[in-house]
């Protein structure tokens, strides 16, 4: 007989098993402060485009989406993070807050 912990039904080490779970819930935390912090971004940017719409400014600022692309790259990359993948990221959320300005300037 050995002092190794018995493998669980499904064939997973009950040690293994609950180290899985300790990520698993860890991962969850880190995707529920991401979403609260993306909830904090486009509220800011809300505010953005309504004072964008007040002052009849254009939703996109392309020279400030360049400048803050090359930023998060540069973060990506001291966060040992595909700066490729963070600029996909926030391309995607750019043309969100853009579509959002866009809808803030047609209501006004």
Known sequence: MTDQPTPSPAGIDDAVRAELT???ESIDNIDAA???MLA???KATQQVGRLKAEHQLPPADPARERRQIKRLRELA???N???VFAEKFLNFIIAEVIRHHEAIANET
């Open 81 to 83: 993070l595909d700066p």
């Open 77 to 79: 990359l001291s966060a």
């Open 34 to 36: 991401v979403v609260h």
């Open 22 to 24: 300790r990520l698993r």
């Open 40 to 42: 904090e971004r486009f």
